[in-house]
């Protein structure tokens, strides 16, 4: 019988969730800080996608699964030594992993060539191919208490939650499918139970387990049972000590007898009959006091298009409260107006609203950083180097849309940088350096963006050869005078490449060209610093969410734009003692002993200058990634508040110093500036040579 597809849904998106704690796990494995509860998670992460691909007859999946969490359970028995091979195949085998699980999602054959070299090297930590199992049939549960023996077995401790039995589930039936699998004596824990019936609460699970099961070698058939519980209740399962004295045997029904009247649970001499074997209160309180108490993670899955339509809600709601202070505005009625006072109430929740939207889709940079990981490895092992990928920041929050179009980005500044960057380990240890190289991957908040960058510790650009080589392919005239910042951004150039070769990871130059173009449809930009001999920066700027962002509402020849409000310090009017000339147009701002260059916003976007005398003006200081400050000089300041960010991509392409464009209260359609754009002088752009109307190609003296 097919599989049901929203059943299928849900197996794949539990299986991306435990590929993260598999990787996780490895990472930590790879790193030394591995414990055995993080082998123990490795291997369970491992079981679970087995042993639910099992139930949709995912045979390439199961198989691979299998070996793969024999050999963890060799690991994790301590049969086999955690050493730097094996901890390379184990995250091959991870990789692997989920290439299958995406293959099955996709519904498409696994790469045999890939797969079967992994298969092959997990084999050769166990020996000899052990006979093929019998095929694993589903059978009707059976009760057998047998009596118990001195054979070796497992102890399981089992409390179900108060989720557990609201979900409907049964613990009979999971104790008794354990007494299936060997001789076992059971124990139940009555202590808390309250005392008074009037404290009893329906809901709540007073009852917790002890079964000692033996004649069992192995606990993954005690695992299979509760796998689909797992997270339903406090489960613990652990070698028995065969020093412990054992506890008497508790009856349990017969699910096929007739049901009999059951006792009163409340009654003196009911509890005392149960709890001859078992521990006191305070025994059960000491045992406990060290233990966290434990509580089920609970989410909930939404679909991304539900998100999109309240997001687009609020967004329209935000436009909404634009429009009703604009008209209170209009109808210029006095301050002292309850109507402001709720028109303040209705901001604040408005924002409030948002900001609950915006946190539904913002997700860590986590899951992105582990695939990294692999395409690490594999960049490493095509050229034959030693490269180390450190991450930082892996708890950064962005919005997934961000998270889910970064992906080829990073791909290909990864392989571009352990290509380029990092050198063989011959030539770094003829230079000093260690011969393993390191990549650093990290993710942070600034300034209501996120700043990712990925930085490496090898030769640094070669600027003379980047030069020559956009000569010789026609990108630039021969006498083009650029600066060292014009030069690093040649390598954005379409059709740029440094590799005198073609191979999988570059050569056909079309990596650095496609991760500016995908940064930018994401509304932000990319910088490059390099040190030569030491290493190369790539620094990624994007918005938190593509949203809505706070912004400040200024005119400019006429003209009403926004500037966001992350990038702004402070604003000032300047005096002229403030001001200073340098060269035949250019000014500085004087401010607290230093100078800060100013750019005419005005003349900047191409408008006539007919621009008012600076002292007659606002100007905005601001701090971008790129430039420590600058100040933009704009005619007037309306107002700050909350704007919608509507993106121009798609109908006017990229424009240089635009980020987007926003609804106003009343309206008005005002672009939004952006200000890194200006002050890096990106209205010029060094290799299409494309400017704003009505101005000479420059770069900003900032």
Not at 486 to 494: G, K, S, T
Request: hydrophobic share 40%; glycine share 6%.
């Amino acid at each position: 019988m097919a599989a049901d597809g929203s059943i299928l849904d849900v197996f794949f998106e539990e299986c991306e969730d435990l590929i993260v704690a598999l990787t996780e796990g490895l990472v930590e494995m790879r790193d030394g800080n591995a414990d055995d509860e993080t082998v123990n998670a490795v291997f369970r992460a491992v079981h679970s996608i087995k042993g639910a691909a099992g139930a949709f007859a995912l045979d390439e999946l199961v198989g691979f699964a299998h070996k793969f969490e024999t050999v963890l359970d060799e690991v994790r028995s301590h049969r086999l030594e955690t050493d730097d091979t094996l901890l390379r195949v184990l995250q091959r085998a991870g990789d692997i992993l989920a290439d299958l699980v995406e293959a099955a999602r996709d519904s498409i054959p696994a790469n045999r060539d890939q797969v079967d070299p992994v298969l092959a090297d997990l084999q050769s930590f166990l020996g000899a191919e052990d006979a093929p199992e019998e095929e694993f049939v589903f059978e009707a549960m059976t009760l057998d208490f047998g009596e118990p023996d001195d054979a070796a077995g497992f102890k399981v401790c089992f409390k179900p939650t108060r989720d557990f039995y609201a979900s409907g589930h049964d613990p009979l039936l999971l104790i008794s499918a354990v007494q299936d699998l060997g001789e076992a004596k059971v124990t139940v824990d009555t202590s808390e139970l309250p005392e008074h019936y009037s404290d009893f609460n329906w809901e709540e699970g007073y009852l917790s387990w002890k079964i000692d099961v033996t004649g069992v070698q192995s606990d993954l058939p005690i695992l299979d049972i509760f796998q689909f519980v797992d997270d339903l209740c406090d489960l613990k399962v652990t070698a028995i000590d065969d020093d412990a004295p054992s506890a008497p045997i508790i009856d349990l029904p017969d699910l096929e007898a007739e049901p009999q009247p059951e006792p009163d649970v409340f009654a003196p001499e009911a509890v005392s009959s149960q709890q001859v074997a078992l521990t006191t209160p305070e025994q059960k309180k000491d045992e406990n006091k060290d233990k966290p108490a434990k509580r089920p993670a609970t989410t909930l899955r939404v679909d991304p298009e539900r998100v999109d339509r309240l997001i687009n809600a609020v967004g329209e709601l935000i436009i909404n409260q634009s429009v009703i202070s604009q008209r209170l505005q209009e109808a210029e009625l006095p301050n002292s107006s309850e109507l402001f006072a709720d028109l303040d109430d209705y901001k604040l929740l408005a924002r409030e609203i948002q900001e609950g939207v915006m946190a539904i889709r913002a997700q860590p940079v986590k899951p992105l950083f582990q695939r990294m990981l692999r395409i690490a490895r594999e960049a490493a092992d095509a050229t034959g180097k030693n490269v180390e990928l450190v991450t930082e920041g892996e708890a950064t929050e962005v919005d997934k849309t961000v998270v889910e179009r970064l992906a080829d980005p990073l791909t290909h500044m990864i392989r571009n940088a352990i290509d380029h960057g990092i050198e063989k380990p011959e030539d770094r240890s003829k230079a000093g350096k260690s011969a393993q190289g390191q990549l650093r991957l990290s993710a942070s908040q600034r300034s209501g963006s996120i700043v990712i960058e990925i930085a490496d510790d090898g030769a640094g650009l070669n600027r003379p050869r980047i030069r020559d080589i956009a000569v010789e392919k026609g990108l630039i005239p021969d006498d083009a005078q650029l600066s060292d910042q014009e030069i690093d951004h040649l390598l954005f150039a379409p059709g740029f490449s440094t590799a005198s070769e073609v191979t999988n990871l570059s050569g056909r130059g079309v990596g650095m060209d496609v991760v500016k173009t995908a940064i930018t449809a994401l509304g932000g930009r990319v910088a490059i610093t390099t040190n030569p001999g030491h290493g190369t920066t790539f620094s990624i700027t994007l918005p938190l969410t593509l949203a809505v962002m706070d912004g400040m509402i200024i005119n400019i020849g006429g003209q009403t734009m926004v500037v966001p409000i992350s990038s702004i310090l402070e604003t000032i009017r300047p005096a002229a003692a403030d001001l200073s000339k340098i060269g035949l147009r250019s000014e500085l701002l004087r401010i607290r002993g230093e100078y800060v260059p100013i750019i005419d916003l005005s003349e900047r976007l191409g408008h006539p200058d007919e621009s008012k005398p600076m002292t007659d003006r606002v100007l905005l200081l601001i701090q971008t990634e790129t430039v420590p400050q600058c100040a933009l000089a704009v005619d007037d300041i309306f107002d700050q508040r909350q704007v919608v960010v509507k993106s121009m991509q798609g109908n006017y392409g990229q424009i240089n110093g635009i980020s987007g464009a926003t609804i106003l209260g009343d309206g008005k359609i005002a672009l939004i500036i952006d200000p890194d754009a200006i002050a890096i002088g990106t209205a010029t752009n060094p290799v299409t040579s494309s400017t704003f109307e009505g101005e000479q190609p420059h770069v900003a003296a900032c």
